[in-house]
């Protein structure tokens, strides 16, 4: 097999906090800063098409 020079399209493999299940091209749409209180320091990833049914942007391309 020869080795690829491209990097792969997709996200990583990550939780989708949107439809609540892992997917493999899940990427990072909201970092929390952290601080106080439940949920604090947390980063939120969405799938593509979590991504695209909700208008959410990749922190990335921000």
């Known amino acids: 097999m020869t ?9 990583s493999f990550a939780w989708c ?10 990427r990072l749409v909201r970092m929390i800063e952290q601080g106080s209180g439940v949920g ?3 980063n939120l990833f969405a799938c593509t ?5 909700n208008g959410l ?6």
Do not use: F, K, M
């Open 3 to 11: 080795p690829s020079n491209s990097a792969p399209e997709h996200g």
């Open 49 to 53: 098409p979590c991504r695209e049914t």
């Open 57 to 62: 942007a990749p922190v990335a391309d921000q």
């Open 40 to 42: 604090a320091g947390s």
């Open 17 to 26: 906090s949107w439809h609540n299940g892992y997917s493999d091209d899940a």
